[in-house]
Structures are given as structure tokens and as C-alpha cells.
T-cell receptor
Framework: GAVVSQHPSWVICKSGTSVKIECRSLDFQATTMFWYRQFPKQSLMLMAT?????????EQGVEKDKFLINHASLTLSTLTVTSAHPEDSSFYIC???????????FGPGTRLTVT | QQQVKQSPQSLIVQKGGISIINCAYENTAFDYFPWYQQFPGKGPALLIA?????SEKKEGRFTISFNKSAKQFSLHIMDSQPGDSATYFC???????????FGQGTELSVKP
């Protein structure tokens, strides 16, 4: 199956700072990637759709100026949490459609803790 | 309606038993229904998926049953094993490679 990686796997930052999370498709190209947020014991909530070479599409209620998404290449999308606050602490997961297009493969997730 | 409703929230099954998780959807535009397995601290892993042109799909111990008219689908895990203990999510998707809308998740515990 297709492999999606994320970096870092966990990060701790201070309130008010920004943190960047990378999502890479390792053995395939992805013109589209998706970013999800998952709070403990809860489901995955779609935050935005990352489109290679164009602007991301954000879900209702997600602040686009706070969660900056860049999809600069066919294998890399980044999510930057700007001016992070403790309530942004969560598990951030990206996904990308595989070669078969129907299947979506998820990265291992990034645990963000804002102190 | 984009929601996918999943039940039960938690499930305890004895080793060797059958685990059954149900999902219902509203959006008739959904044309892809995957199930994901997630272990604590890990990303979800695709388990099995179905498209609405078939009523059942089986892969090993895992079977999806799909009822298009009722807008419901379910996951059956036969001969459940302690290693199956995880959280399971159903989802609905539209178009190839489109975004997925997830159910609330079911925490499965298989007792030895």
C-alpha cells in the first residue's frame, strides 16, 4: 500500500508561537491531500483539502489564517499552526489518495502540545 | 447532510466471537465507504472498503455488508482476536480521492 509520512511525530511549543507539520507521500504523487484533527477519544474532523499548486479549501469553522496550508510539490503538504494556543493541542493527521484513487492512506499523525 | 452515524460507541467481545459495528449515512452522493482501524497514538489504517454497487465484500475475517436502500452499512469481524482491539471508524466519501466524512468511532475490546 501507499505510504504517507508525517514530521514531526510529536511537538511541544509555547503559546503564541507557530509550528509547521509536514506530510509526505513517499512512493506516489498526490495532487490532493487532506488534513484532519483528532481530539482524544473523538473522531477525525476534516480541517482542509490541500491542493497542489493552488489554495487550500477549508471546512466550515476552520480559521484559514490560523491553519496555513501549503502544497508546494506533488509529494509534500505542510500545515502551519500560527499563534498556537493550548486549545490547539491535538493529534493532526494527513491523508492522501493512493494510486488507485479510491483508497486514502493516512500518515502516522503528529501530536501537538501547546503549553 | 454530511453526517455518518456509527454505533455502538464501545463494544466488548469474547475471543472467537463476532464483532459487529453499524453505520448509517444521509448523503446519497457518497459512493465510497471505507472502514479504518486505529490503534492509540497511530494514524488510521485502511481495513476494507466497499462501493454501493455491491451488497457485500469479504476480506479474510472482515466483511462489509451494505444496504443502499436503508443507507446503512456494517462491519463484521469474524473470529475476533485480542489483537483486533482498537478503535474502528466508518466513513463516507464522494468521488475518487475525495474527502472522507468519518463516523464517531467504535472502541472494540476483545477479551481473551
Amino acid at each position: 500500500g501507499a505510504v504517507v509520512s508525517q514530521h514531526p511525530s510529536w511537538v511541544i511549543c509555547k503559546s503564541g508561537t507557530s509550528v509547521k507539520i509536514e506530510c509526505r507521500s513517499l512512493d506516489f504523487q498526490a495532487t490532493t491531500m487532506f488534513w484532519y484533527r483528532q481530539f482524544p477519544k473523538q473522531s477525525l474532523m476534516l480541517m482542509a483539502t490541500s491542493n497542489e499548486g493552488s489554495k487550500a479549501t477549508y471546512e466550515q469553522g476552520v480559521e484559514k489564517d490560523k491553519f496555513l496550508i501549503n502544497h508546494a510539490s506533488l509529494t509534500l503538504s505542510t500545515l502551519t499552526v500560527t499563534s498556537a494556543h493550548p486549545e490547539d493541542s491535538s493529534f493532526y493527521i494527513c491523508s492522501a489518495p493512493g494510486q488507485g484513487l479510491w483508497e486514502q492512506y493516512f500518515g502516522p499523525g503528529t501530536r501537538l502540545t501547546v503549553t | 447532510q454530511q453526517q455518518v452515524k456509527q454505533s455502538p460507541q464501545s463494544l466488548i467481545v469474547q475471543k472467537g466471537g463476532i464483532s459487529i459495528i453499524n453505520c448509517a449515512y444521509e448523503n446519497t452522493a457518497f459512493d465510497y465507504f471505507p472502514w479504518y482501524q486505529q490503534f492509540p497514538g497511530k494514524g488510521p489504517a485502511l481495513l476494507i472498503a466497499i462501493r454501493p454497487d455491491v451488497s457485500e465484500k469479504k476480506e479474510g475475517r472482515f466483511t462489509i455488508s451494505f444496504n443502499k436502500s436503508a443507507k446503512q452499512f456494517s462491519l463484521h469481524i469474524m473470529d475476533s482476536q485480542p489483537g483486533d482491539s482498537a478503535t474502528y471508524f466508518c466513513a463516507g466519501g464522494v468521488n475518487q480521492g475525495g474527502k472522507l466524512i468519518f463516523g464517531q468511532g467504535t472502541e472494540l475490546s476483545v477479551k481473551p
